[in-house]
Nanobody
Framework: QLTLVESGGGLVQAGGSLRLSCEASGRTFRSHAMGWFRQAPGKEREFVAA????????YYADSVKGRFTISRDNAKNTVYLQMNSLKPDDTAVYYC?????????????????WGQGTQVTVSS
């Protein structure tokens, strides 16, 4: 059982940066692949990035490659999303997710655990 709590969202100008954090409670954080999704108003939720539980292999949506970086600190039970060169199109609620299966992040099935979401707003 994992409980996920996101933080770090806010309002930023285009071209700026934000770092999102997601802290997990529970003893099995390091055995879960972690990911980030986002949902903009009127749009479907979309995959942003994921990081494996073992070697820390990282995966990104094409729309954020080269701008966003996912990382994890197993000692702190925390996963991060560093977002640089932000664009107004990045405006969304960002959700942290966790699942034992990395492949879930590009399947039609949702990850097992979700955070409550944090709002990111990028002004032009």
């Amino acid at each position: 059982q994992l409980t996920l709590v996101e933080s770090g969202g806010g309002l930023v100008q285009a071209g700026g940066s934000l770092r999102l954090s997601c802290e997990a409670s529970g003893r099995t954080f390091r055995s879960h692949a972690m990911g980030w999704f986002r949902q903009a108003p009127g749009k479907e939720r979309e995959f942003v990035a994921a990081i494996s539980s073992g070697d820390g292999d990282k995966y990104y949506a094409d729309s954020v490659k080269g701008r966003f970086t996912i990382s994890r600190d197993n000692a702190k039970n925390t996963v991060y999303l560093q977002m640089n060169s932000l664009k107004p199109d990045d405006t969304a609620v960002y959700y942290c997710a966790a699942d034992r299966e990395l492949s879930i992040y590009w399947s039609d099935l949702p990850p097992r655990y979700w955070g409550q979401g944090t709002q990111v707003t990028v002004s032009s």
